[in-house]
Structure formats: C-alpha cells, structure tokens
Nanobody
Framework: QVQLVESGGGLVQAGGSLRLSCAAS?????????MGWYRQAPGKQRELVAA???????NYADSVKGRFTISRDNAKNTVYLQMISLKPEDTAVYYC?????????????????WGQGTQVTVSS
C-alpha cells in the first residue's frame, strides 16, 4: 500500500507560480513507482498534467509544456510539480498518482494509488 498526500495548492494571480508536493508513505520503495500529476476542473474529465517514470523520464500535457516541471526526490519520497506563468484555465483540483513499475502509465486507470487532491485557483 502507498499513501499519497498532496500539498502546496492555493489561490494565485495569473502569471504567478506555485509548487505542489506529493509525499508518499508506505512499505513500498518509492523509487520503483512512476508518478503522475492529474487535474480535474469542474464539469471536466480528469486529465494528465505531467508524469515521471521510475527512471526519471518525464512527459507533459501540451497545455503545460514550458510552464510546468515535474521532478522527484526519492530520498524524500516526494514528487513535485513546479508551476509558473499560471493561467486561469489551470484552475482545478490537482491529484497525485502512483503506479509501481517502469515506463509511463497509459492512462489514469493504470495508476494504482491516488491522493486526495489539492485545489489550485488562478485568478485573472
């Protein structure tokens, strides 16, 4: 079992920055997990924002490329999402997810564990 706890969300003006953190706990070895950040806005489907494999390869949604950076610190069992140049359309609940194994999970159904989410609100 893996427990995921997100933090770092909040209210920010357009153009501002936030850094989300997702702390993992449990018996499993964090470095063996691919990690992802998803978001869900009201009335919309959950969408992938960024993912990072156990080996450190990264993948981003087109809408956040160049603005968001995903990273991981295996010594701290934590994955981060640095967000800059935020836009009102980035407003959503952001979720952290984990899947044991190599490679990128191909969709949200392939993640094994999810956090409770953290709200990000970007005002115009």
């Amino acid at each position: 079992q893996v427990q995921l706890v997100e933090s770092g969300g909040g209210l920010v003006q357009a153009g501002g920055s936030l850094r989300l953190s997702c702390a993992a706990s449990g018996r499993s070895t964090f470095s063996n997990y691919a990690m992802g950040w998803y978001r869900q806005a009201p009335g919309k489907q959950r969408e992938l924002v960024a993912a990072i494999t156990s080996g450190g390869s990264t993948n981003y949604a087109d809408s956040v490329k160049g603005r968001f950076t995903i990273s991981r610190d295996n010594a701290k069992n934590t994955v981060y999402l640095q967000m800059i140049s935020l836009k009102p359309e980035d407003t959503a609940v952001y979720y952290c997810a984990a899947r044991r194994g190599m490679g990128f999970p191909t969709g949200p159904q392939n993640y094994d564990y999810w956090g409770q989410g953290t709200q990000v609100t970007v005002s115009s």
